[in-house]
């Protein structure tokens, strides 16, 4: 290829992505899609910790050293949503580099510009606007292994596949394993044939197996007892399989607790009573919860991610004008319809999944389009169904703009008023120990590239999976010198919450306040509390306050 083919295929690959990655963070904006990224974020530099945490089970295997590192010497930079955009930006020149190099046989170098900013503006600039390391992972690794499956025989290539996915099974492995699987189809298309893509696809398989191999020899008992603690949680939390039977009085408070995220109190919330207080009843989930969840995932499917429906449609129709019966493709497309109802219905679809699987499935119907036949000839089609599909696609994509520039200002606004949320707490802390429950939506759609805390002083966070994290047990034993969390509390209780420095700050939800009242009063006095009127916003229809304790001895 000429030196000047050789510019020209970079500007596409290379400078065209970041141009368009900087005019997106910069014009957009860039939103924490869930609580989840910045409850990370705050375990590795240490603002909900006793100090950084370096190792959480699940996630970011060896990332999370060198990011505790990182905050240890610099803690005002934002480096968790820096290595995710990192990681993120990687996945957009990979995934560029896949597609310019499959148009490129076919169109002009202006054609395949023009289609690559299309693809952006329709398929992937939501991943930067609704930002998720959720995405980063499953993106990284689909496109990794695209990237090196494209160019069988390239050892340099393979290289860059095998780094890529390690890194995204350093994230999350489970997210690799899905990238890998969404990325099957398309990588076989891409390499020719399953013999060409037999080093990639087996390399790949061997990097994963070796990874958790490894990654299940130094686990430690604890960090085994917490995933297997997350995962019946996420049966009942995320998936909605499983429904509360409370037996006991501490069992209805177990399962209250587990209802408000609040995971941290191992005396009421641990696997005995959640196996003893929940029931799976298959029946039940199969005729009443599927059905609703698929009807609420179809809807927002079509509301959300009509465009890439229609170029979609398009495809299949494009694969039904070729010769012969294209089995392979429309097997494919079953396979991706199946996985899509699979999760939605027994598991969980949100849009950080659903866009990655729908961009695969969208390359992969690409790969089979553009790979050469034996035969040049085509079915006829009516003259009217290609000017259809070209109108119809500029409508979707002018509404899908306008949709685009409305969840811009939805998420700007709620950023606002989060970040507002957070300096009344800093303002009102002074130092003070922070303790908080019910806050989690204050976390949601901030910048993964800005630097969030509290101020000085320690933070004890009651809700989210993190409260079952063990650095929260150390952080307890550091507060009130028990790592009981019920008694810990109960000696927070005990600090003044009013004057001009409070030694401890309540910002509760109502929910959360009324079930810590009953907590107390299970195997002990019962304490009152009572908010302030002031109420601080996290979302439409949710708000947290300042609370303080009423005690029998000083009503």
């Not at 869930?34 to 970011?60: H, K, M, N, Q, T």
């Not at 050293?65 to 990192?86: K, M, N, Q, R």
């Not at 209802?259 to 298959?282: H, I, K, P």
């Not at 695969?360 to 790979?371: C, D, E, I, Q, T």
Request: charged letters at 15%; glycine letters at 8%.
């Amino acid at each position: 290829m000429p030196l000047s083919a050789r510019f020209t295929v970079f500007i596409r690959v290379a400078l065209l992505p970041l141009a368009l990655v900087a005019a997106t963070v910069a014009g957009l904006g860039s939103y924490f899609e869930a609580s989840d990224d910045l409850l990370l974020a705050w375990l590795f530099s240490g603002v909900i910790a006793l100090r950084p945490v370096p190792s959480v089970p699940l996630y970011f295997h060896g990332f999370g050293h060198a990011l505790a590192a990182a905050y240890t010497a610099v803690p005002t930079v934002p480096w968790f949503g820096l290595l995710l955009g990192g990681g993120l930006l990687l996945a957009t020149v990979l995934t560029f580099a896949v597609l310019d190099k499959m148009l490129r046989p076919r169109w002009r170098a202006g054609g395949v510009a023009l289609a690559l900013v299309v693809f952006f503006g329709l398929a992937w600039v939501e991943h930067w606007l609704w930002f998720s390391y959720v995405r980063v992972a499953l993106l990284l690794a689909g496109a990794a292994v695209l990237f090196a499956a494209q160019r069988p025989g390239s050892r340099k290539a393979l290289a860059v596949g095998f780094v890529g996915l390690l890194a995204a099974w350093c994230m999350r492995p489970s997210l690799a394993v899905m990238g890998l699987a969404v990325a099957l189809p398309a990588a076989v298309w891409l390499a020719g044939s399953w013999r060409q893509a037999r080093a990639t696809l087996a390399g790949s398989v061997a990097v994963l197996v070796l990874a958790t191999l490894l990654a299940a020899a130094v686990q430690t008992p604890n960090e085994a007892h917490t995933q297997a603690r997350d995962r019946y949680f996420a049966r009942i939390l995320d998936f909605d399989q499983l429904r509360p039977q409370p037996r006991t009085p501490a069992d209805s408070l177990g399962t209250a607790a587990l209802s408000l995220w609040l995971m941290g109190d191992v005396t009421v919330v641990n696997e005995e009573m959640c196996q003893r207080a929940y029931q799976f009843d298959v029946r039940d989930f199969l005729a009443r919860e599927v059905p609703a969840k698929l009807y609420l995932r179809a809807g927002l499917l079509l509301r959300d991610y009509f465009p890439l429906l229609l170029a979609l449609a398009a495809t299949a129709v494009a694969a039904g004008r070729r010769p012969g019966f294209a089995g392979a493709f429309w097997l494919v497309q079953a396979a991706f319809a199946g996985m899509l109802v699979f999760l939605a219905g027994w598991l969980k679809l949100p849009p950080r999944l659903e866009l990655p699987i729908l961009d695969f499935w969208l390359l992969a119907n690409g790969a089979f389009l553009l790979k050469p036949t034996e035969s040049s000839a085509r079915r006829a089609m009516p003259a009217f169904v290609w000017p259809a599909f070209a109108l119809a696609g500029a409508v979707a994509g002018l509404l899908y703009g306008a949709k685009t520039w409305h969840r811009h200002q939805v998420l700007s606004q709620e950023r606002r008023q989060h970040e507002s949320g957070l300096r009344y707490i800093q303002a009102r802390s002074g130092g003070a120990v922070r303790i908080l429950a019910g806050t989690n939506d204050l976390l949601k759609s901030l910048s993964p590239f800005r630097g969030y805390s509290l101020g000085p002083g320690p933070v004890l966070l009651l809700t989210g999976w993190s409260s079952h994290d063990a650095s929260q047990a150390r952080l307890r034993q550091a507060l009130t010198g028990t790592t009981d969390q019920t008694e810990c509390l109960r000696r927070l209780a005990r600090r003044p919450t009013f004057g001009v420095s409070p030694q401890a700050l309540w910002v509760l939800s109502p929910e959360t306040a009324h079930w810590l009242s009953r907590r107390f009063g299970l195997d002990g006095p019962r304490l009152l509390l009572y908010p302030e009127a002031a109420a601080i916003p996290c979302g439409p229809d949710s708000w947290v306050r300042v609370y303080h304790f009423q005690r029998p001895n000083n009503p």
